[in-house]
């Protein structure tokens, strides 16, 4: 049983002899409760609302998880503000959501996933990179290696705040910035790889258009219009070469054997083919491989099984009494 609750106070009271709860929840303002649109105010209980819930099974004692969801703006190697979500339930372990291309934080899969995981007790921080979204920064076409330090940014912020990064998750180019980033710094020890990309030479042409290589040469950028004509972005030469110097393989191979990594992909992908995923449960030493039949690029219609999948594995590779990592500050703690 779970509740997400922005409140200041709440009881929890058991019936004996019943298998009935009442939750009553104290509310500071009731205008702006979640529950003021379910619960309106009413006689008696313009402070208050109280719910009965019928539970039909019950084995263990049950205990609300309070969770508040706050903006957290956090500095960048390159002093810019990166913005992001924290979903707090009171948890030390904190997992971290990584976006893609041109996505941001407040995307489906990256709600979905924070969500899921808050409703297991484990605080989440959804976060946009630089250049994207709410942070700040100009967006750059390539920018994998500055993406996996934006990340590493937001991991020395919290750690230096005494939380403990259980696992870091990236969906599309955020995989490949979770990679990335375990393959420079032995501190995670669960990453999960949501659609990314083994190849990234591939599907360029898809974007820029043929003879892409030739054009930028002669012109220094190409400009990306939508179907209506309208700038979405500009891609210039040097970021076009970030991309292409940037080597997954050579990372998969330089992730250390004590992090568990996980690669989810969908058979009705798009935009990364599902032959990508086979590529790195080739070369990642640590490496499970689940393969959603159906599911697009974004699990559009595949989101539970998504958060299924990610939350066994972070539970089954979580241990409270197991093996110690080092943290991002340099000291040593539990890995969860």
Same mark, same amino acid.
């Given at each position: 049983?779970?509740?997400?609750?922005?409140?200041?106070?709440?009881?929890?009271?058991?019936?004996?002899?019943?298998?009935?709860?009442?939750?009553?929840?104290?509310?500071?303002?009731?205008?702006?409760?979640?529950?003021?649109?379910?619960?309106?105010?009413?006689?008696?209980?313009?402070?208050?609302?109280?719910?009965?819930?019928?539970?039909?099974?019950?084995?263990?004692?049950?205990?609300?998880?309070?969770?508040?969801?706050?903006?957290?703006?956090?500095?960048?190697?390159?002093?810019?503000?990166?913005?992001?979500?924290?979903?707090?339930?009171?948890?030390?372990?904190?997992?971290?959501?990584?976006?893609?291309?041109?996505?941001?934080?407040?995307?489906?899969?990256?709600?979905?996933?924070?969500?899921?995981?808050?409703?297991?007790?484990?605080?989440?921080?959804?976060?946009?990179?630089?250049?994207?979204?709410?942070?700040?920064?100009?967006?750059?076409?390539?920018?994998?290696? /500055?993406?996996?330090? *934006?990340?590493? &940014?937001?991991?020395?912020?919290? +750690?230096?705040?005494? @939380? %403990?990064? !259980?696992?870091?998750?990236?969906?599309?180019?955020?995989?490949?910035?979770?990679?990335?980033?375990?393959?420079?710094?032995?501190?995670?020890?669960?990453?999960?790889?949501?659609?990314?990309?083994?190849?990234?030479?591939?599907?360029?042409?898809?974007?820029?258009?043929?003879?892409?290589?030739?054009?930028?040469?002669?012109?220094?950028?190409?400009?990306?219009?939508?179907?209506?004509?309208?700038?979405?972005?500009?891609?210039?030469?040097?970021?076009?070469?970030? /991309?292409?110097?940037? *080597?997954?393989? &050579?990372?998969?191979?330089?992730? +250390?054997?004590?992090? @568990? %990594?996980? !690669?989810?992909?969908?058979?009705?992908?798009?935009?990364?083919?599902?032959?990508?995923?086979?590529?790195?449960?080739?070369?990642?030493?640590?490496?499970?491989?689940?393969?959603?039949?159906?599911?697009?690029?974004?699990?559009?219609?595949?989101?539970?099984?998504?958060?299924?999948?990610?939350?066994?594995?972070?539970?089954?590779?979580?241990?409270?009494?197991?093996?110690?990592?080092?943290?991002?500050?340099?000291?040593?703690?539990?890995?969860?």
């Amino acid at each position: 049983m779970y509740w997400a609750i922005n409140l200041q106070r709440f009881s929890l009271i058991r019936r004996r002899h019943h298998r009935r709860f009442v939750i009553s929840h104290h509310v500071r303002d009731p205008a702006d409760s979640e529950l003021s649109a379910r619960f309106p105010a009413g006689p008696g209980r313009s402070a208050c609302v109280c719910v009965s819930i019928i539970i039909k099974s019950l084995k263990y004692s049950i205990f609300p998880i309070v969770v508040q969801r706050r903006r957290v703006v956090i500095p960048n190697s390159h002093g810019e503000k990166l913005v992001g979500i924290l979903h707090e339930t009171g948890s030390k372990q904190l997992v971290i959501v990584c976006h893609g291309f041109q996505s941001t934080k407040d995307r489906i899969p990256m709600v979905n996933l924070a969500a899921a995981l808050e409703r297991e007790g484990i605080s989440a921080f959804r976060f946009d990179f630089s250049g994207n979204g709410e942070s700040e920064g100009s967006f750059l076409y390539g920018n994998y290696r /500055r993406e996996a330090e *934006d990340l590493r &940014a937001i991991v020395q912020d919290f +750690c230096a705040k005494g @939380r %403990v990064i !259980t696992a870091i998750i990236g969906h599309s180019k955020g995989g490949n910035a979770v990679l990335l980033y375990a393959s420079k710094y032995n501190d995670i020890s669960i990453v999960i790889n949501i659609s990314g990309r083994f190849n990234l030479k591939r599907g360029i042409e898809g974007r820029l258009g043929l003879g892409y290589l030739q054009r930028i040469k002669q012109n220094g950028f190409i400009d990306v219009r939508n179907k209506k004509g309208k700038l979405e972005y500009r891609v210039t030469q040097e970021s076009l070469m970030d /991309r292409l110097s940037t *080597d997954i393989h &050579a990372a998969c191979h330089m992730i +250390c054997q004590d992090c @568990r %990594v996980l !690669t989810i992909h969908g058979t009705k992908d798009k935009m990364v083919p599902a032959e990508d995923a086979l590529e790195f449960d080739k070369f990642i030493p640590n490496h499970k491989l689940h393969i959603i039949e159906g599911a697009d690029h974004e699990f559009t219609s595949h989101q539970d099984e998504l958060a299924s999948l990610v939350i066994q594995f972070i539970k089954a590779n979580y241990q409270k009494d197991g093996p110690t990592s080092k943290r991002a500050d340099g000291t040593i703690d539990s890995r969860m």
